[in-house]
């Protein structure tokens, strides 16, 4: 029913055809193009070339609004729900509200509507209830709800199972492939593979902005989806691991912890080893590092450093410790946006740089000279210490972030992403930075989006699924596709 | 050490530069504009000596209020208790000096105590009750308004009050008056402060991005009540001035024309020399404008309420020039 040609920059002469009450599948690695595509056909950002087909004749998409006349809706990954507000609100959101003479809010035609729509979808849910108090399954299908209250004929789902339990997603498959008998057509996006080949009728993949197939389900296999993402003939990258030589003692050891989003996590790190900790977005792999440095709190288990029992309160005592954290939001939560280079290298050791204990004066100078040789040993490209953060590229910015930690005596560096939006070039920098700070002793904990990664910079990688480890494989064993299958749900790793 | 040169070029670096000049450089050129004009309208009166100090007494005040102002606003947090602060500073003062034995410094730095400590309760409410700055002090302000009122039962003091205490509002040493020294000598602590210690840079780093500097391992909690009180204290220490000028203490209507002043002079400082960051020296050029605009309009005799409108227009001018610089930037 729908058939796109768009032509952009992200995206190279890619087509796409979804067909009445198809669960269509669109698989890729974050860059490969799908949220650009699903962008163009929702009208978000139309397409520099190309078209789109609704129904044989071709359409005109370039606002969500026009889009929304052609019953293109897109259900994203949050929802976008307005929490404070009642079913009956979110469900006609966008739509004029039912009046009454007076020019007041109809409530009870607006409620009557609400439920005749909720009692279509076979969901019981009060339309009067508050959206913040439902549960993330019932928020999806509101979310869905929504767009079939706008006519949609197709919508689109974005990772719309990223926030939902298993039982739960078994729920609100139910009913979408209830909708889809009925006629309506999904795009499913997902990471999430096992579940892909639960639903979808058919699977399209994306890679680096191009179509590498599209297959009905029955056609296709798991390990052949998993390489067509992967892309099978990659060329082999420099391996950049430490070698086993450089490992040492034993530095930190977890036992047993329980965090938000981490069950019963236990993992040693050893002095000069890079450990790789993947897993997909909500495994687990993410919490377990905010929850090292101390950023979650710990509902049970135990911390050793080096030997003793120690247990981190805060991101202060994680610090004290001799941790530093390269954190994954580099704009929100590491950059000083607006301070200077120089400012930024020192935040975490200013305390170096003090005069005296009572007015803690500042030796600049020194500062200054310990910024220089931070940008010098980074190679950091800027017209000086004394110019705004801002003003450097991505990979400098990064630079820079890593490099103000390396004044801190740290031993344990927690990498989240430390590669992201970074060039080339720059990547290649931070994998021997990595090298380096490993070879002289201090144990590095790293996370990628890039899967490909983790191969060429860990010892070792831990995979994470469900707030555990499944499975552990060394540095040579890591490759891309070994690393998904285990993340994917599918245990080829060992059970703990 | 070689360090390598290659800044980003934008594509319009032309027409920025012109804008980045304006917005470093903008307010001190009108500033030196407003004293040309002023003294060719009126040249037997305005470019004087006496006139020079007379303006630098009719900022002191808000000066000093400024100044503290500028601390918590480079960390971001907004002090609209300052007008009620004010108020109370320069009715506790002549209260202590009429109703207790204390002598005249002792007054002055019990006053500036209990600023200190209210404005510590402010930043704790904001620290550790998680309410924005913005309401906690807007509240405060309120508590403090409705205690001065009715701690003085709406009288003010007008007798009692020792003349050792008028030097500091009214007095002078070798021609400067007092509050312009004090205003000198606050101005230069913050500037140290601020510039050049680990306590300024750490409010610079929360100011920019709290989080960061968590994560860095700042304990970003404690620095609310410090800023909050050094806010606390200037805007104390103003009001005892003011009721050193007055010679009284009155509870009512002391503080409030230096609230907005004290905003627009920190937001006009934000656009002085470095766009978007809030620093004293930037402050102080806001507080002469501001001052000169004043002195000069009243010189000319134009009608006061034209003061008003002209330090509104130039607030929004100003918020516009710092925040569309800033858009720039990012």
């Given amino acids: 029913m729908v058939k796109v040609f768009p032509g952009t920059r992200a995206l190279d002469g890619v087509d796409l055809q979804v067909r009445h009450g198809e669960i269509h599948a669109l698989l890729g690695q974050n860059g490969a193009g799908k949220s650009t595509l699903i962008r163009a056909i929702a009208g978000a950002d139309p397409p520099t070339s190309g078209s789109i087909f609704v129904d044989g004749g071709e359409v005109r998409i370039d606002t969500p609004q026009t889009a929304r006349s052609y019953g293109v809706a897109v259900v994203h990954q949050h929802f976008n729900l307005a929490a404070d507000l009642s079913v009956r609100e979110n469900l006609f959101l966008g739509h004029d509200f039912p009046r009454r003479w007076n020019g007041l809010v109809d409530w009870r035609s607006l409620n009557d509507k609400a439920q005749a729509l909720l009692d279509r979808l076979g969901l019981k849910i009060d339309p009067r209830a508050n959206v913040g108090d439902l549960r993330p399954d019932e928020l999806a299908m509101i979310a869905i709800a929504r767009a079939i209250a706008s006519d949609a004929k197709v919508i689109i789902l974005d990772e719309p199972t990223a926030a939902l339990l298993p039982d739960e997603v078994a729920v609100l498959f139910a009913h979408i492939r209830r909708l889809a008998a009925e006629g309506h057509a999904f795009l499913y996006v997902s990471h999430r593979l096992s579940e892909v080949f639960e639903i979808a009728d058919r699977i399209t993949v994306l890679r680096d902005g191009r179509r590498i197939g599209t297959w009905p389900l029955a056609e296709t296999t798991r390990a052949a989806v998993i390489a067509a993402i992967v892309g099978s003939n990659r060329a082999e990258v420099d391996e950049m691991r430490p070698s086993e030589a450089s490992r040492g003692a034993v530095v930190l050891s977890v036992t047993n912890a329980t965090s938000e989003g981490v069950k019963n996590f236990t993992c040693t790190l050893r002095a000069g080893e890079v450990v790789g900790f993947a897993g997909l977005p909500g495994s687990g792999a993410e919490e377990a590092v905010a929850m090292i440095y101390g950023r979650q709190p710990l509902q049970s288990g135990v911390f050793e450093l080096d030997g003793k029992a120690r247990s981190f309160r805060s991101v202060r005592d994680a610090k004290a410790a001799g941790l530093a954290l390269i954190p994954k939001d580099r704009h929100g939560e590491a950059m000083l946006s607006g301070l200077t280079v120089r400012e930024n290298i020192s935040l975490p050791i200013l305390d170096k740089f003090v005069i005296d204990p009572v007015l803690r004066l500042l030796r600049t100078p020194r500062e200054r000279r310990h910024a220089e040789q931070i940008a010098s040993r980074l190679s950091i490209k800027t017209s000086g210490v004394d110019a705004p953060i801002d003003t450097l590229s991505g990979g400098n910015q990064q630079k820079v972030i890593l490099g103000r930690w390396l004044g801190a005596r740290s031993r344990i560096f927690l990498m989240m992403a430390p590669t992201a939006a970074v060039d080339i070039g720059a990547k290649a920098e931070i994998y021997h930075l990595i090298r380096k700070l490993a070879v002289d002793g201090a144990a590095i904990l790293f996370t990628s989006p890039e899967v490909e990664e983790y191969r060429r910079v860990c010892n070792r990688v831990l995979v994470f699924h469900g707030g555990d480890v499944v499975g552990e494989l060394t540095g040579e064993e890591a490759t891309e596709t070994r690393i998904m299958e285990i993340a994917a749900g599918s245990q080829y790793g060992y059970e703990h | ?330």
């Fill in chain 2, 1 to 330: 050490m070689v360090m390598n040169t290659d800044v980003q070029m934008r594509p319009q670096a032309h027409q920025i530069d012109i804008a980045g000049w304006f917005g470093r450089y903008g307010t001190i050129l009108s500033l030196v504009l407003l004293l040309v004009v002023f003294s060719a309208l009126e040249p037997r009166v305005f470019p004087t000596f006496a006139n020079l100090v007379n303006v630098l007494e009719q900022i002191s005040i808000q000066g000093t209020i400024s100044a503290g102002l500028t601390i918590c606003l480079i960390m971001g947090l907004y002090d609209l208790s300052i007008a009620a602060m004010v108020t109370l500073g320069g009715y506790l003062c002549p209260l202590l000096l009429t109703g207790t034995p204390l002598p005249v410094p002792l007054s002055i730095a019990l006053t500036l105590l209990v600023a200190a400590a209210i404005g510590a309760i402010n930043g704790a409410i904001v620290s550790y009750m998680g309410i924005s700055a913005f309401i906690a002090t807007l509240a405060m302000g309120s508590i403090l308004t409705g205690s001065v009122l009715g701690i003085s039962g709406s009288k003010s003091i007008v007798s009692g009050i020792p003349d050792s205490f008028m030097v500091i509002g009214q007095g002078d040493i070798a021609g400067i008056p007092v509050a312009v020294i004090i205003m000198l000598l606050v101005v230069l602590l913050f500037w140290v402060v601020s510039e050049h210690t680990q306590f300024g840079r750490t409010l610079c780093a929360i100011g920019s991005n709290a989080e960061a500097s968590r994560l860095a391992g700042i304990a970003t909690k404690r620095y609310p009540p410090a800023a909050l009180s050094i806010c606390a204290v200037c805007s104390a220490l103003g009001g005892v001035i003011v009721s050193s000028t007055l010679g009284a203490g009155r509870p009512e209507n002391i503080g409030d024309p230096y609230l907005l002043n004290a905003f627009a002079s920190v937001f006009i400082g934000a656009s002085t020399l470095r766009p978007g960051r809030f620093h004293i020296l930037g402050t102080m050029v806001g507080v002469l404008l501001i001052g000169v605009i004043d002195n000069g309009l009243s010189i000319l005799g134009v009608a006061t309420f034209w003061q008003y409108i002209v330090q509104g227009l130039l607030l929004i001018s100003s918020l516009f020039a710092s925040g569309i610089l800033k858009l720039r930037k990012g």
